[in-house]
């Protein structure tokens, strides 16, 4: 894994993009699968603002790595934040962006997500491929909707599953490990003195690391990069 820690959200922000745009310029098309949350907030808000016009939007195919089952108007969809923050701000082709409709019946949607997969993205021994697959983690070290009470799903042979909030009891659509770690690469996006415990445990391999569903994000390519501010890193030795 690689560790890059910068001063603050916003830096961390700036740097991620940068790194986005090398990926996409260097490639003729790209599948990339979203997160939710503030950190990639801040991400979208740089590239509708700086990037906007540095970046070849037509490449680029948007995905989600999960979705509350909510409306795509809810307050807490993933989709819905992305449009106001980045996809209203950018020119690229409706066909281009592949959402999990948290509306549908979450099962159903799993199943169909799961084939749009199959069906939209190249296939690498037998395995969907995303070309950047972007996370963050939660406070009790979740990734993804993957939760540390339902960790089995991590381990699925399905490409997404329905996850269920360990608090709200909020169902969510979910890729599982099977497509995180045959990504091309994985970024996990991590920010926030509330992350710092997490960090340490999972990146330094502390006992009882494994309990945590970020801690199986270990891409067979070995490109796995995590994208820190000095809050989040501050207790990695």
Known sequence: MELNVYT????????FSKFLAKIIKERDKVHIALSGGST???????????????????????????????????????????VAHLLSKIELPETNIHRIKGENDPNEEALRYSKLLDEKLPHVDGIPQFDLVILGMGD?????????????????????????????????VTITGKIINHAKTVALLVTGAGKSEKVRIITQRESGYEAYPASLVNPSSNELLWFLDEDAASEIS
């Open 40 to 82: 990639p907030k801040i991400v979208f808000d740089v590239l509708a603002s700086s990037f906007k016009d540095k970046i070849d939007w037509a490449k680029v195919h948007f995905y989600w790595g999960d979705e509350r089952c909510v409306p795509p108007t809810g307050a807490e969809s993933n989709y819905r934040m992305t």
């Open 140 to 172: 009790d070290g979740h990734t993804a909707s993957i939760f540390p009470h339902e960790i089995q799903l991590w381990d699925s042979d399905m490409n997404c599953e329905v996850a269920i909030h360990p608090d709200s009891g909020q169902r969510r």
């Open 8 to 15: 603050d959200k916003k830096t961390v922000a700036l740097e």
